[in-house]
């Protein structure tokens, strides 16, 4: 041995990718899935949703429809529903303000709806 060092040269795999070609791969993902745009350029799917988090656009391969609205629907519960529900079974309803009352097969409606409309308001 000569005791040289051997020189070792290593080939950059990271690229770096402009702002403008970020825009744009980002922009195609609008009108195709974001695996394939992936794919498409050799990237990492999370690195492309970085990119739109980056970019302040949805991160989900479904684009929010503003056109939908929720809205609670009165519901009507059979008289003889109650008696078909198994031992041990509970119903849990969720409040506008985020409380869940959860009950079991034997409540009173009337007590029921008092603690809603008591939840409701405070």
Do not use: N
């Amino acid at each position: 041995m000569s005791g040289e060092i051997p020189k070792v040269v290593v080939a950059e795999t990271r690229r770096r990718w402009s702002e403008e070609d970020k825009l744009a791969i980002t922009e195609e993902c609008k009108s195709r899935p974001v695996s394939q745009v992936a794919k498409k350029y050799g990237l990492s799917a999370g690195l492309l949703f970085r990119w739109r988090k980056e970019r302040g656009l949805p991160t989900g391969t479904r684009q929010p429809q503003a056109s939908k609205q929720l809205s609670f629907v009165p519901v009507a519960v059979h008289p003889g529903a109650i008696e078909r529900i198994p031992a041990g079974a509970s119903i849990e309803i969720v409040l506008r303000s985020g409380r869940r009352v959860v009950v079991g097969k034997d409540f009173d409606i009337g007590t029921l709806r008092r603690v809603i409309e008591a939840l409701e308001v405070a």
